[in-house]
């Protein structure tokens, strides 16, 4: 780990100019020029014509600058992940210290701790050169969870970002990219569950607005969601045992959508997994190359938890 060249003055975070071209997130202070609210992201309220958060002052926010979301890297390639991550109100340093908001930054890939970063400056950005790229094709997602010394998450909106990035062999694939793998889902708060779901060289189009002769056209198609099916292995026998089917409207060809029918998780505690199964416009499990069993497919786990009030 390095400490990344200085882009970021004061955690103003003024325009990246260079390598790194990511977005950066209305969530995060004094980023965004805005003329109204709805200009800025939920949470955030155009003031003085700048997007500002409207949360404690004292809470931490960081954010991952880099890879950019759903960057895609070639498959094969021997490279480490290109991670940079920036942030404020958080001092980096595995020890207590005098400052209320001293910590560390918690390094998750596809929902398994890779690394913490412990050391620099995030007002600067901070550089993190020893994540290696995924082996597998599809879908990964990246996360960061600023920590206490102790192990405790910070609990603000901020201190936590995920992006999700592809890594790409050629083939057709879809993904959940939120929920994130490990989001915890309150049960009893009453607020359904909104899946995202991207794609990598497949089209989500509507069955019922295509021209015959598309109807068989490779990489097109659209998606049914389940909640813990035994997927791959029930294929195709359960393919109309979903809870919803996904699919654009009218004319729209995407490679990222959000469900518009919410789904409730089970209303007990532990995991459950959100899966996505790629679809025909023929109402039939999408085979790659046509090859049998090879369905495409991705499932994230979400974790149901209970808050309890202190």
């Known amino acids: ?22 977005s950066l997130s209305p969530s995060l202070d004094d980023i965004y020029v805005c ?31 880099s890879p950019a979301a759903l960057d895609v890297f070639e498959m094969g390639a021997d490279a480490a992940i290109p991670i940079v991550v920036a942030g404020a109100r958080l001092e980096l340093s595995n020890q207590p210290g005098d400052d209320v908001n001293v ?33 597998e094709p599809g879908l990964h997602h990246l996360s960061m969870v600023a920590r206490r010394p102790n192990g405790d998450a910070f609990e603000g909106d901020y201190a ?21 793998p490990g989001e915890k889902i309150p049960l009893g708060a009453g607020e359904p569950l909104t899946i995202d779901v991207v794609s990598l060289n497949f089209t989500m189009a509507n069955p019922g607005f ?9 990489g097109l198609g659209y998606v049914h969601l389940y ?38 998780l089970p209303n007990e505690l532990g995991a459950v997994q959100v899966q996505v199964v790629a679809q025909t416009l023929t109402n039939a499990p999408y085979l790659r190359g046509g090859i049998a069993a090879d369905y495409v497919f991705h499932s994230v786990p979400v974790q149901s938890t209970v808050e309890i009030e202190p």
């Open 35 to 65: 003329d109204a609210d709805a200009d800025c992201a939920l949470g955030s309220r155009c003031i003085d014509s700048v997007c500002r958060v409207l949360v404690d002052e004292q809470d931490p926010a960081i954010q991952v600058i």
């Open 227 to 264: 909640l813990d099916a035994t997927l791959p292995g029930c294929l195709p026998s359960c393919n109309f045992e979903h809870q919803s089917a996904i699919i654009p409207a009218g004319l729209s060809r995407v490679n990222r959508i959000t469900a518009e029918q919410a789904v409730l």
């Open 1 to 22: 780990m390095r400490r990344f060249s200085a882009y970021l003055a004061t955690f103003t975070l003024t325009a990246i100019v260079g390598c790194y071209d990511a």
């Open 103 to 135: 910590g560390y930054v918690e390094v998750l890939l596809d929902g398994a701790v890779v690394d913490t970063i412990t050391a620099g400056d995030l007002a600067e950005g901070v550089e993190l050169d020893g994540v290696a790229m995924p082996s």
């Open 160 to 180: 936590q970002d995920s992006i999700g990035f592809w890594v790409d062999d050629g083939n057709e694939h879809i993904g959940i990219l939120s929920p994130p």
């Open 210 to 218: 295509v021209s015959p002769d598309e109807v068989e056209e490779p």
